[in-house]
């Protein structure tokens, strides 16, 4: 009888419905690992971006200390010059020379300094990072093992009712099973069979929730033949 195929319908219809959704959830996997991996790929570039910045600025610590070495020597040649000059024009030149270089020299110095607190405070940074990267590699690693587990009980359970489906539409005429299947591909949310629902001497298919014609709803309830919503295509039952 029809109506036995329907019912069968319905099973295979709350199957499909449940291994789409665990094929979807399947799907979906990945990309919850992919999220850990983007968290750790930002904090991985942002250490070695600050690692670069750490060199640059090491390389231009040493450069500044070079160069107050030699101002330091500067000052020096030029202080030992002090009790050679000859003329007060030459001295006070001089003064004014080793004056202008013990500015450059504490200024250079307060640089320094500014670097020197820099590294520390970099140093910090470069901790704070380095230790969330392995907090991250961590976490994707813990993720990894969980997805690993959850992907094989998802597969397990998609093959179990495959082949619950596979023996519940062996007992369906080959015709029918076939019509199903061709409106599912047809149905964005893999739903085939829809309920003709009657509210108010109104006759909707509740797939589509369009109006259907009144004969239509008569051969639904007669139930001698597959009849489909003129609108969407579904099985009415």
């Given at each position: 009888m029809l109506s036995a195929e329907l019912e069968k319908l319905e099973k295979i219809q709350a199957l499909d419905l449940e291994?789409?959704?665990l094929?979807?959830?399947l799907e979906k996997l990945p990309r919850?690992?992919?999220a850990f991996k983007k968290n750790e790929d930002v904090h991985r570039k942002a250490l070695e971006e600050l690692k670069q910045t750490n060199i640059h600025l090491k390389v231009e610590r040493r450069q500044k200390e070079t160069d107050l070495k030699a101002i330091e020597e500067q000052i020096k040649n030029l202080q030992s010059k002090l009790n050679d000059v000859k003329?007060?024009?030459e001295y006070l030149a001089l003064k004014d020379e080793i004056e202008i270089l013990k500015k450059k020299s504490s200024a250079i110095e307060d640089e320094i300094l500014v670097h020197m607190e820099n590294d520390e405070i970099m140093k910090e940074r470069e901790k704070?990072?380095?230790a969330?990267?392995?907090e991250e590699k961590v976490k994707i690693a813990e993720k990894e093992v969980e997805l690993e587990k959850l992907t094989a009980q998802l597969k397990e359970q998609i093959a179990e009712k495959e082949k619950i489906r596979t023996e519940l539409a062996g007992g369906i005429k080959s015709e029918i099973l076939a019509l199903y299947e061709k409106v599912v591909a047809?149905?964005?949310d893999g739903v085939g069979l829809a309920k003709l629902q009657t509210d108010g001497g109104t006759n909707i298919c509740t797939g589509c929730y369009?109006?259907?014609p009144g004969y239509i709803a008569e051969k639904v309830r007669k139930k001698k033949d597959i009849i489909q919503c003129e609108n969407c295509g579904r099985i009415l039952y």
């Amino acid at each position: 009888m029809l109506s036995a195929e329907l019912e069968k319908l319905e099973k295979i219809q709350a199957l499909d419905l449940e291994i789409f959704q665990l094929k979807e959830r399947l799907e979906k996997l990945p990309r919850e690992l992919e999220a850990f991996k983007k968290n750790e790929d930002v904090h991985r570039k942002a250490l070695e971006e600050l690692k670069q910045t750490n060199i640059h600025l090491k390389v231009e610590r040493r450069q500044k200390e070079t160069d107050l070495k030699a101002i330091e020597e500067q000052i020096k040649n030029l202080q030992s010059k002090l009790n050679d000059v000859k003329t007060n024009k030459e001295y006070l030149a001089l003064k004014d020379e080793i004056e202008i270089l013990k500015k450059k020299s504490s200024a250079i110095e307060d640089e320094i300094l500014v670097h020197m607190e820099n590294d520390e405070i970099m140093k910090e940074r470069e901790k704070t990072l380095a230790a969330q990267v392995e907090e991250e590699k961590v976490k994707i690693a813990e993720k990894e093992v969980e997805l690993e587990k959850l992907t094989a009980q998802l597969k397990e359970q998609i093959a179990e009712k495959e082949k619950i489906r596979t023996e519940l539409a062996g007992g369906i005429k080959s015709e029918i099973l076939a019509l199903y299947e061709k409106v599912v591909a047809r149905q964005s949310d893999g739903v085939g069979l829809a309920k003709l629902q009657t509210d108010g001497g109104t006759n909707i298919c509740t797939g589509c929730y369009v109006r259907t014609p009144g004969y239509i709803a008569e051969k639904v309830r007669k139930k001698k033949d597959i009849i489909q919503c003129e609108n969407c295509g579904r099985i009415l039952y």
